[in-house]
């Protein structure tokens, strides 16, 4: 039974890849970290004897604290967050219960670099329709939440990623982007190891949409007519992904929990 200042592996998988996701810091020991360098989804790797430094950047942030074990690093933590006026709570079994129970867990070997703010930095081509979006939001939900991204003339992705430290993706050569039959989510979704069946599930309806084979999913439409509209709702590319983020939410959200509910008309009378 977990305290009241705990959350348990349960509780907080509902949470990951959903707008209402905490803040999640780990400080697990450096020897833990080369054992297995795989983190939780969005998870900030921070150094627990420093929290007193980089504790203001939680302010109004509800967060989980993990340590490899949910012991008393991860609960110092946490406990000194919360008397410096922040939402703090603990992963019960931390890192290893997580990973014992077959949780999603991002694979770092291609993450790039974060600047000086935790961030990293993406770039790619103007104008967003499917994949363009569909990437951001993937790494926003599931892999750096402070994630930043320049889109600029297709011409200049290159140029602005090596002057700028930011990664190009769904730009033909580089290496996230399309491969075979697959979309740039798809390569994003291996590369990352984030599998799991409602990520797949998805995965196909944005590459229906993305390369025009709407026999995909039935989906892959109605994904695709209101990406346009969005484009054609907006003349900058910011805004627009800031408004399509709540559109692959919900996408998410159906295909983890409710592919197989049904809607009709008329509704059931009373008897």
């Known amino acids: 039974?977990?305290?009241?200042?705990?959350?348990?592996?349960?509780?907080?998988?509902?949470?990951?890849?959903?707008?209402?996701?905490?803040?999640?810091?780990?400080?697990?020991?450096?020897?833990?970290?080369?054992?297995?360098?795989?983190?939780?989804p969005c998870a900030v790797l921070r150094d627990a004897q420093a929290v007193a430094s980089w504790a203001p950047s939680l302010a109004g942030r509800r967060t989980v604290v993990i340590c490899e074990r949910g012991l008393k690093l991860s609960h110092g933590v946490a406990?000194?967050?919360?008397?410096?006026?922040?939402?703090?709570?603990?992963?019960?079994?931390?890192?290893?219960?997580?990973?014992?129970?077959?949780?999603?867990?991002?694979?770092?070997?291609?993450?790039?670099a974060r600047d000086d703010q935790a961030r990293t930095r993406w770039t790619t081509r103007a104008r967003p329709k499917v994949d363009r979006i569909a990437c951001p939001w993937l790494i926003r939900r599931f892999v750096d939440a402070g994630a930043l991204f320049l889109f600029v003339p297709a011409a200049e992705?290159?140029?602005v990623g090596e002057r700028f430290q930011a990664t190009p993706f769904d730009v033909?050569?580089?290496?996230?982007?399309?491969?075979?039959?697959?979309?740039?989510?798809?390569t994003m979704l291996d590369e990352f190891g984030l599998q799991s069946d409602s990520l797949r599930r998805l995965a196909l309806i944005v590459r229906g949409a993305d390369t025009a084979r709407m026999d995909l999913a039935p989906e892959c439409g109605g994904l695709l007519a209101a990406s346009l509209g969005y484009s054609r709702m907006y003349r900058e590319d910011l805004p627009q992904l800031d408004a399509a983020m709540g559109?692959?939410?919900?996408?998410?959200?159906?295909?983890?929990?409710?592919?197989?509910?049904?809607?009709?008309?008329?509704a059931a009378k009373p008897a």
Not at 258 to 266: V, Y
Request: proline content about 7%; hydrophobic content about 40%.
């Open 247 to 266: 559109l692959y939410d919900a996408l998410y959200r159906w295909c983890r929990d409710a592919t197989d509910e049904t809607h009709n008309w008329p």
């Open 79 to 112: 406990a000194w967050l919360r008397a410096a006026g922040i939402e703090a709570e603990t992963l019960e079994g931390g890192h290893a219960a997580w990973r014992d129970a077959g949780q999603l867990l991002v694979t770092p070997d291609r993450l790039p």
């Open 1 to 40: 039974m977990p305290s009241v200042t705990e959350i348990t592996v349960a509780q907080l998988s509902r949470l990951v890849g959903t707008p209402d996701a905490p803040a999640v810091i780990d400080v697990r020991v450096p020897d833990h970290r080369a054992e297995d360098p795989r983190f939780i």
């Open 172 to 186: 033909e050569g580089e290496f996230f982007s399309h491969r075979g039959e697959c979309c740039t989510f798809d």
């Open 157 to 159: 992705v290159a140029g």
